[in-house]
């Protein structure tokens, strides 16, 4: 069977993360979750205190950073994300960065850097990557194109769950002004704003099970790798 990209965009805290994931594991695919990577960047950032307004310290600060993800030892296996060698997996999901992530991400410097690597991890392709401009940006050739939404108080009540499982405490409010803050951002920076691609299919997941939104996702997949099959 022939392998294809599917790309998975949309607003912050939609379950873009765990539905790509889930869907990664049913195609057999490989999965990437690209938001990841400009997390890992700006805690690199905000533990090295990189100023975003210095081109210079930005453009040296991305020559001492490398990014990896690797399998946990755990069964299931959990995809972790490794900053210059060091698991970084839980520090990269905290408030404090997601307060800066949204302004990290705008820089262009950031953006070429992680785009270059986000499309070598898609040249074979069998990979499910998600994050805010991988139908527009990183792969427009993407087979399968998904924009997911979701009403801002399911979206804050899901990230407030994700958050407690790592044993952070947030109001609903705190959440829900960080979800508006990074979308604004995501949507009206200059370099790659967050908007949906043309040929995407829009998901609106705010009555959707999660079951449900994996399920749609993989019957498009499946249709898309059965055209391209013949
Ligand atoms: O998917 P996430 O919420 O973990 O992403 C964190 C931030 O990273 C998001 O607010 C914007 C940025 N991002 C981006 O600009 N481009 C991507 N492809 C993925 C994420």
Known sequence: MKKIIVAIDGFSGCGKSSTAKAVAKNLGYAYVDSGAMYRAVTLYFLDNYVSEGNPKAVTKALGDIDIEFRLSAEQPPRNETYLNGLNVEDDIRTMRVSQHVSEVSKLPEVRRFLVAQQQKMGKKKGIVMDGRDIGTVVFPQAELKIFMRAEL?????????????NEEVATLDEIAANLRDRDRIDSTRTESPLRQASDAVELDTTYLTFEEQVDVIVRLAYSKILQEDV
């Open 153 to 165: 108080m399911e979206r804050a009540q899901r990230r407030q769950a994700e958050l407690l499982a």
